[in-house]
């Protein structure tokens, strides 16, 4: 009898740490389960460890990689934000000197459904059958959030040394990802190198 249910921990042990190894590695993780394991798996580690367990030798998977702190999203660092005021003058700026270049483009352009709105900070640009930006501000992240036919959804930080708004996923400069995009999906080129910041 002692002998089978020893052998049943050490299947279900066994188990555990495949079961372990995979969640580890797993970028969903569920914080409630991740941490019922964590326990499960650190009671099994101190009991089979313990000098008065005989079956102590026994070896078992490592757990060391699954420290609560490494599992922990990395919280934003609030102070490397631009200041609140700094960033609505920017992104304020950007946008409405963005929706005066965008009505003079339209005004050269032959496009059906050009259409240009901006209304409660959001910039929407209709291209008819093309497709439609939006381009909006997000001031808890000090971004500018972008939604684009063509490359889809970006968000765009202020960056102090080149002075422009970067995606830094793409390294994208709003202003070229823009010009290079509205030229593919209209046949003409737009100048937004002129607006300043």
Not at 58 to 82: D, R, V
Not at 111 to 118: C, K, L, R, T
Request: glycine letters at 4%; hydrophobic letters at 30%.
């Amino acid at each position: 009898m002692a002998t089978r249910s020893s052998a049943k921990i050490l299947q279900l042990t066994r188990t555990l740490c495949r079961s372990l190894k995979h969640q580890s590695s797993s970028l969903f993780q569920l914080q409630p389960r991740r941490s019922f394991l964590y326990s499960f798996s650190t009671y099994f580690t101190e009991y089979w460890s313990s000098p008065v367990n005989p079956r102590r030798s026994l070896s078992l998977c490592s757990y060391s990689s699954l420290s609560e702190e490494s599992q922990a999203p990395t919280a934003i660092n609030y102070s490397s934000l631009l200041p609140e005021e700094k960033y609505h003058s920017l992104a304020n700026s950007t946008i409405h000197d963005l929706l005066e270049k965008l009505e003079e483009y339209g005004d050269s352009l032959d496009i059906d459904g050009y259409d240009i709105d901006y209304g409660n900070e959001v910039l929407t640009l209709k291209l008819g059958a093309a497709g439609t930006y939006v381009i909006n501000k997000q001031t808890p992240n000090r971004q500018i959030w972008m939604s684009s036919p063509v490359s889809g959804p970006s968000r765009f930080e202020w960056d102090q040394n080149a002075q422009a708004w970067i995606y830094r996923r793409t390294k994208g400069d709003l202003m070229k990802v823009l010009e290079t995009e509205l030229e593919q999906l209209c046949g003409k080129s737009i100048d937004l190198s002129s607006i300043q910041f």
